[in-house]
């Protein structure tokens, strides 16, 4: 009733006041182009109006009880009950869960029914994929890094108990103790490191967890999971006691490489030893240096011309950043092992700056010794230092540079202060009445407004276009691409530091911006004048030969081609800028021409479409509000 009365309503109105605006809105056309007069345009639109929407009623019985509202409701929100699971897990998890989930609601509608999902927190999630693997990856080289230093306090704290008592264990070997019981002692010694360390370890990280958990879930509004995850315990327990048994390898090869006499002398130090080995040249074998270095390089290959391609080319971009994470903790442990080795120059130097002077000089040589005796304490003291210093270092400087990248990225993303869009190519925004409010604004004296421009959508976004295709004109390799319309002013009114051409056409002057020239306002103020260098002597327009649609015998007719005029086609072509990638990606330059291929849907059965010619003014590598590339990898999806 509320609906035929509303009908009712506006149909009176038009009757009485022939609202003629109104009826040139509803039709789409002006009145002064019909050849009929406007009150018998009102009746006929108001006669139409009121039938359709009586049919439509009619067919809407509310009243009967076979009929529910929620059957002509044109969207439907769907909660995933697992949503929290599938969210917390990488790209890959997150995709397989949307697919199980998608899969149980087309299973219960039925596969060929006709809708369309959308997942937004998916999609928004998606763009966090870097931070998240940035974020991975620094937390596994802190684990790295942890349980190296670990490791080599371990491995201190078990050589310093074995070097004090060397004499006890001699004794102990003396009256009859196995080696290996010196060896399941030892290991038992190491043990009680790793069973304290664990417990305390484990629930420190639980009850730090709790409170990070507490302070993120009042923040995203998410149920806490105080459960620990079962991979963090595991890999706990092999690490603490994986890390003091590799570490007590070389203190009980020095409590077993000492004989019973060296081992019972009371007045034996360890850095007044002299070792001499005699080794037959037959009975080397293979050098163990040598090998370790051959694995190493092959090892380091196989990653860098292997893995490092594999995992970019098929975006594995979370083993990709893992292999720059391990050259990069590598790169780190390569610098304390090289000032392990520039350290006793420095300790020298620094000796005789200290000990300068008559009064000091027989200072000298004691000091010296001291250094000497204290010098395998003093390298593994300084790897440590060194190492936790680089790290921090280095930590700090991921940190800093990922803070910075995010920021970066949003602005090269958003282009401008503020980013007004349309959600739907449907709906597009209210154009003219924005540039009547920012043009008011840009004139007051009291605005923050500094400039403003519009861009169109991908013209692949609108439902009449099924096809588009770019390439060179010998038709391949032909990649999809996106066709967006910009305005004269757009670098003058966005973050025009993201601007970077790498290729512009010379034939035009340019305007400079951010140090480069302005192709994009070239487009306007030297439209259609480009000049290819088979053009210089003038447009040769080819003949042309045929005329009708192309079809291929055999098949159904479901596409048709028609030649554009020559002269459209040669004189009316398209000025655009391209991205770098397609330099190789579909060998083009400023100097060659493009194909730009259009298919669109009609209501025959027939696609119908039509080529264009288009010429670069320039290639890019950096539009504002855009992510354009260099690698020719991209051009499959380039703007």
Not at 9 to 27: A, G, M, Q, Y
Not at 589 to 614: C, E, H, K, Y
Request: a neutral charge; one cysteine or more; hydrophobic letters at 45%.
């Amino acid at each position: 009733k509320l609906a035929r009365q509303t009908v009712h309503n506006f149909t009176e109105n038009l009757r009485k006041n022939n609202n003629v605006t109104l009826v040139e809105e509803l039709i789409g056309y002006s009145i002064a182009n019909l050849p009929l007069n406007t009150s018998g345009i009102v009746t006929n639109i108001t006669s139409n109006i009121t039938d359709r929407v009586d049919n439509l009623l009619n067919q809407l019985d509310l009243s009967a009880n076979n009929t529910r509202i929620n059957d002509y409701a044109p969207l439907v929100i769907v909660m995933n009950k697992n949503r929290v699971h599938d969210y917390v897990q990488d790209q890959q998890g997150i995709n397989l869960g949307m697919v199980r989930f998608t899969d149980s609601v087309m299973e219960a509608l039925g596969i060929y029914y006709p809708v369309q999902f959308t997942l937004p927190i998916a999609t928004t999630l998606k763009t966090f994929e870097f931070t998240k693997v940035f974020l991975e990856q620094i937390f596994n080289c802190v684990a790295v890094v942890m349980i190296f230093l670990g490791g080599m306090l371990i491995y201190s704290l078990l050589l310093n108990d074995v070097e004090s008592k060397t004499y006890e264990y001699g004794m102990l070997r003396s009256l009859g103790m196995r080696q290996y019981v010196l060896i399941e002692l030892l290991l038992t010694q190491a043990i009680y490191f790793s069973i304290p360390g664990i417990a305390l370890g484990l629930l420190v990280g639980w009850l730090l967890y709790l409170i990070i958990a507490a302070v993120v879930a009042s923040y995203v509004a998410l149920p806490i999971d105080i459960s620990f995850y079962y991979g963090a315990i595991l890999i706990a327990i092999a690490v603490g006691f994986a890390m003091p048994v590799v570490s007590n390898i070389f203190p009980i090869r020095r409590a077993l490489y000492h004989t019973l006499r060296d081992a019972l002398d009371v007045y034996h130090q360890v850095s007044a030893e002299t070792n001499v080995k005699v080794t037959k040249l037959e009975k080397m074998g293979i050098s163990p240096w040598q090998t370790l270095l051959a694995v190493a390089s092959v090892f380091f290959g196989f990653v860098v011309y292997y893995l490092v391609p594999y995992s970019f080319i098929y975006q594995k971009y979370s083993l990709f950043f893992a292999i720059m994470s391990g050259i990069l903790v590598g790169m780190l442990f390569g610098v304390s092992l090289v000032a392990t080795i520039i350290q006793p120059f420095i300790e020298k130097v620094a000796l005789r700056m200290i000990m300068w002077g008559w009064d000091k000089r027989s200072m000298h040589d004691l000091v010296r010794k001291n250094l000497f005796s204290h010098s395998g304490r003093n390298i593994k003291t300084a790897v440590m230092f060194t190492t936790c210093l680089t790290f921090v270092i280095f930590v700090g400087t991921v940190f800093r540079l990922q803070g910075h990248s995010i920021s970066e990225l949003v602005q090269l993303g958003s282009g401008s202060d503020i980013l007004i869009y349309a959600s739907n190519i449907n709906s597009p925004l209210p154009e003219d009445d924005l540039r009547n409010y920012l043009n008011t604004e840009l004139n007051s004296s009291v605005s923050t407004v500094t400039g403003f421009t519009f861009y169109t959508y991908d013209l692949g976004d609108m439902s009449l276009v099924k096809e588009m295709g770019l390439s060179n004109l010998a038709g391949y390799p032909d990649v999809y691409f996106r066709l967006i319309g910009i305005e004269e002013n757009f670098l003058k009114d966005t973050y025009n530091r993201f601007w970077k051409t790498t290729e512009v056409d010379t034939a035009f002057t340019y305007d400079t911006i951010n140090s480069y020239p302005d192709a994009i306002k070239s487009l306007y103020t030297n439209a259609g004048q480009e000049r290819l260098p088979n053009e210089k002597n003038g447009i040769v327009i080819p003949p042309q030969i045929g005329t009708a649609h192309i079809k291929i015998d055999g098949y159904p007719a479901v596409r048709a081609m028609k030649p554009r005029p020559a002269n459209d086609t040669y004189i009316d072509y398209i000025d655009i800028i391209a991205s770098e990638a397609l330099r190789v990606g579909i060998s083009i330059d400023t100097d060659s021409p493009i194909s730009l291929r259009f298919l669109w849907n009609t209501n025959s059965p027939l696609q119908r479409g039509a080529v264009w010619l288009a010429k670069a003014r320039a290639l890019v590598a950096r539009v504002p509000s855009f992510f354009y590339s260099t690698y020719s990898l991209t051009a499959l999806y380039s703007d």
